[in-house]
């Protein structure tokens, strides 16, 4: 049986949650602060989490990066804060979606579902071709690694997801829309600014090495696309 875990310190939400999810097949395991959602990550090595942002001890920004640190397992943000730059934090920290309170729950398993759909076609995609190499542009998904010219770049698991759909398809015109549906999925109810917000941090790291034959190119009005310089 797949594990869920649920990270709140309202038992109300842990409750209701933890009921729904035995609806789905799962087995919830329940944690009310941070330290305790490391301690039963750690146990359970659960498939997906549920974690809320505002929690004692350790918010959930802190155990996101920490379970992200050593898992790609799909990581779902609860909070009462739906600002964008919350919800762009939250993303580039590696949390695969992102949860407004209040929220339904039969929403909050729809994204679970989701998440887990996109982390099974990911898990296909890597066994059968696990490593984009394009001039001095390395990509693997079996690591998470980025590597240009041999050194190692910094990103996070959505910056990585990003280059491998971009780089894998050059020269394609991806809309921000699609860009959305690819990494974030259908189900999830973010916009365009989010994506925007996610090429520009990602743009800033790639150019700390030069990287002349290739680049992320902006479609005005349109999207993005990885352009090679074919000179």
Not at 27 to 46: N, T
Not at 101 to 124: D, H
Not at 166 to 190: C, E, I
């Amino acid at each position: 049986m797949q594990h869920i875990l649920i990270a709140d310190d309202n038992r109300d939400i842990t409750d209701i949650l933890s009921t729904y999810s035995r609806m789905e097949g799962f087995e919830p395991v329940v944690a009310g602060d941070g330290e305790e959602a490391i301690r039963l990550f750690s146990q359970y090595e659960p498939d997906v989490v549920l974690l809320d942002v505002m929690m004692p001890k350790e918010d959930g920004y802190e155990v996101c990066r920490k379970i992200r640190s050593k898992s790609n397992v799909p990581v779902i943000l609860i909070t009462a804060r739906g600002e964008d730059f919350d919800k762009i934090m939250g993303l580039d920290i590696g949390a695969d979606d992102y949860i407004v309170k209040p929220f339904s729950p039969r929403e909050v398993m729809a994204r679970v579902r989701a998440v887990l759909r996109r982390m099974s076609k990911t898990t296909k995609e890597e066994t059968s071709d696990n490593v984009i190499k394009m001039d001095n542009l390395e990509i693997s998904l079996d690591e998470y690694t980025l590597h240009i010219s041999g050194k190692k770049i910094a990103l996070t698991k959505k910056e990585i997801e990003t280059m491998w759909t971009l780089a894998g398809n050059p020269n394609k015109v991806f809309t921000r829309d699609n860009l959305l549906d690819s990494l974030w999925g259908f189900d999830y109810f973010g916009d365009s600014r989010t994506v925007d917000s996610h090429i520009k941090r990602l743009r800033a790291k790639l150019d700390t090495v030069e990287h002349p034959s290739w680049s992320i190119k902006t479609i005005w009005g349109v999207g993005y696309k990885f352009e090679i310089d074919e000179k």
